[in-house]
């Protein structure tokens, strides 16, 4: 009688230790589904931001397209409205795309596979828009200028603005982008770190 109930105590406590044993795993697996949603959104909150300021900014400029009355300034508006439309949708679609991710549904191969493709994308995507915010900085600066102030650069003789603003705004340009890829790209390879230490 004592070897049976020996048996059923050990029954007993190896199925409690198994569960204890996947509790634990679906623990660590939240957790670090947590810290890694964590650290992309220390992406997704700037960029949500300024998203809703750049659709504030073409709502502004739709609003008053009818300003822009030659062609050169509707052509810089077109392309500024497409920018400010088009650049914040698909950098958080993209951005979602990595921060949607649920480690505790794939396997490990399948998180590692997962997330370099989203980060390939989203990390091509961002080489794309520094150099559309480039021509944003110089299309906007017309547009601007005729809805605000009623200037048309493009007819008046602006003196040296050009001249000062071209390699000012470009050294700026460069050192803003400059940080803010370094911060992203560095919050995204933390967020892999986080992955890879599943194994």
């Known amino acids: ?42 992406i997704a909150i700037p960029e949500k931001i300024s998203a809703v300021f750049t659709y504030v900014v073409a709502a502004i ?8 009355d030659t062609l050169p300034l509707r052509l810089c508006g077109i392309m500024t409205l497409a920018i400010l439309i088009i650049l914040p949708y698909f950098s958080l679609k993209y951005l979602n795309g990595m921060r949607n991710l649920n480690v505790s549904v794939l396997s490990y191969k399948e998180s590692i596979v997962s997330y370099e493709k989203s980060k390939q994308r989203y990390q091509r995507f961002m080489k794309f828009t520094v150099y559309a915010g480039f021509v944003l900085m110089l299309i906007i600066i017309p547009v601007t200028s005729k809805i605000f102030n009623g200037d048309d650069v493009f007819s008046e003789s602006q003196g040296n603005f050009w001249f000062w603003f071209l390699p000012l705004g470009l050294v700026f340009y460069y050192l803003f982008t400059r940080k803010i890829i370094g911060c992203y790209n560095s919050n995204i390879k933390k967020a892999g770190v986080i992955l890879k230490d599943l194994e």
């Open 1 to 42: 009688m004592e070897i049976e109930e020996l048996q059923a105590t050990w029954t007993q406590m190896s199925e409690e230790l198994e569960k204890q044993k996947k509790l634990t795993k679906e623990i660590i697996l939240k957790m670090t589904h947590q810290d890694y949603k964590d650290r992309l959104n220390k």
């Open 61 to 68: 400029l739709l609003f008053r397209f009818h300003e822009l």
